[in-house]
């Protein structure tokens, strides 16, 4: 994850002047991306074209039992926390500034103290602007376990403390587990938890900052590091029972046999897969064990929308203001919610999901630019989340200029962006099947339509209903 808050400024005014075109590869502007990205870009003209024909309600791709919840869900909520939100200048910020290990954890780690962390209140904000489920930074790159880790090689520098929220910050002497907080507040809300976890580890006595990554101190480390990685991991699972295990870091792979400074191969990928799986069979685990391979559950793109979609699961991430974790120089730069909305329906259009960051404050706090990015995305949902929630991809293999489809059951959702100025939609028709109702759906207020060769024409009202997406639903009988 990376800091691109600087470009966002410039981003958002282009946004501005182009805000009624479609279709572009959002997430493109936002700036450069750390690791490399490796997508699948197969057509599945098969699937949609037997789609358009039958009119059967058809996913792009198989999807498990076990991922069914998450796969209808669409919507969750990413948290980066850890004590770089202490500093305000983004979880990247012991590497670019190159911050020693004894500096960081002296100067930024022990004045870590998120007393004002209200994990209700934070669940609240993600179940108001309609997200499904929740996946918090466990562990980032900077080391800190944001639990009562008992695994003893992850301590600070001196070897004497464990480096961990309890033991390591003034936040300890609260007794307060915030994992733990998050997790309940979920089981409460109905919201399904998951957690992330970093491979690499810029802190830990096994491996030294190099470039963006990290390298070995020599294989013995890499073989005990590997060892109790796997040993924290089983505190999570065992701890907390999540849903997903989002992991990150992986960026120092090969293929092969590894080095000292490409210590992490696909073979290594491949094992803690299994092994996560070992310890919970349910649980959803993303691409990135070892990402370009095929690896994991699903894939998981980066402040980037696929132009073609996928052909299995998968889930972009994306920030609110170009930041993952709080940085004070993020916070004029937040998008406007318009664009999320789209982000998030050009996501299900292409039957993906969309985990949308915020960065809590040091002290835990959300900032107020967070808050009015999530409720104004919650307006939205609360009235069009229908057409999003538990829907398939677009069931036609041309895009609309006007906007996206999604489809569920016997309803094709218009997703309508460009309004049209002569009030006239044309929309493709599923063939073969009877079309027998168009309303506007955060009303229900019929609208008149005609079809002719597989085209349907509706009459839509002078004035834009929504700017941010007005949602038209064609029933089928």
């Given amino acids: ?37 490796f997508l699948s870009f197969a057509l599945i003209f098969c699937l949609l074209t037997g789609v358009v024909q039958s009119g059967a309600a058809v996913s792009a791709y198989n999807v498990p039992d076990d ?76 080391g800190l376990a944001m639990w009562d880790t008992k695994v003893a090689s992850f301590t600070d520098h001196t ?7 309890q033991q390591y910050t003034p936040f300890g002497s609260t007794g307060r587990d915030i994992i733990m907080e998050l997790k ?14 970093s491979i690499i580890d810029w802190n830990h006595s096994s491996q030294t900052i190099k470039g963006n990554f990290t390298q070995m101190k020599s294989w013995d480390a890499r073989t005990s590091y590997i060892n109790d990685m796997k040993a924290q991991l089983k505190e999570l699972v065992d701890t907390y029972d999540p849903a997903v295990m989002w992991f990150d870091g992986d960026w120092t792979y090969r293929k092969d046999a590894p080095t000292l400074s490409q210590w992490w191969t696909k073979a290594d990928g491949e094992d803690l897969y299994q092994y996560v799986k070992s310890l919970k069979q349910s649980i959803i685990v993303n691409e990135r064990v070892c990402r370009g391979f095929g690896l994991g559950d699903f894939e ?3 402040q980037n929308i696929p132009e073609k979609a996928p052909s299995r699961s998968w889930e972009t991430c994306q920030t609110m203001n170009g930041a993952w974790g709080y940085n004070k120089n993020c916070e004029k730069a937040y998008y406007d919610v318009r664009y999320m909305v789209q982000d998030l329906v050009e996501v299900a259009s292409k039957d993906g999901n969309y985990l949308l960051n915020i960065g809590p404050k040091g002290n835990g706090a959300v900032t107020a630019g967070t808050q009015k990015v999530l409720s104004g995305i919650g307006t939205w949902i609360k009235k069009n989340g229908e057409s999003i929630y538990g829907s398939s ?7 609309p200029s006007w906007g996206r489809y999604t489809r569920k059951e016997n309803k094709v959702y218009a997703h309508v962006i460009k309004w049209p100025k002569n009030q006239k939609l044309v929309a493709a028709k599923l063939k073969n099947k009877k079309l027998q109702k168009v309303s506007l759906l955060r009303n229900g ?3 008149k339509y005609s079809v002719k060769n597989n085209k349907i024409t509706i009459k839509v009202p002078k004035k834009c209903p929504d700017k941010s997406d007005t949602v038209i639903s064609l029933e089928y009988k």
Avoid at 79 to 94: C, D, K, R, T, V
């Fill in 67 to 142: 991922m069914k919840w998450w796969a209808e869900d669409k919507f969750g909520m990413f948290i980066h926390f850890g004590s770089y939100s202490e500093y305000g200048q983004g979880e990247w910020a012991m590497q670019t500034q190159g911050i020693s290990k004894e500096k960081y954890q002296e100067t930024i780690s022990a004045k870590f103290n998120p007393t004002q962390f209200d994990a209700k209140e934070i669940v609240s904000y993600a179940k108001k602007a309609g997200m499904k489920y929740l996946v918090f930074t466990a562990k980032h790159h900077e």
């Fill in 300 to 302: 998981c793109p980066e």
């Fill in 393 to 399: 991809g677009t069931p036609f293999q041309k895009k």
């Fill in 445 to 447: 207020k019929a609208l």
């Fill in 159 to 165: 070897g004497q403390k464990i480096y961990s929220l």
């Fill in 1 to 37: 994850m990376v800091n691109v808050c600087e470009a966002v400024e410039d981003m958002m005014k282009t946004r501005e002047r182009k805000g009624e075109e479609v279709g572009q590869k959002r997430g493109e502007e936002i700036g450069r991306k750390r690791g490399r990205i």
């Fill in 184 to 197: 309940n507040a979920c089981d409460e809300a109905g919201i399904k938890f998951g957690l992330y976890y």
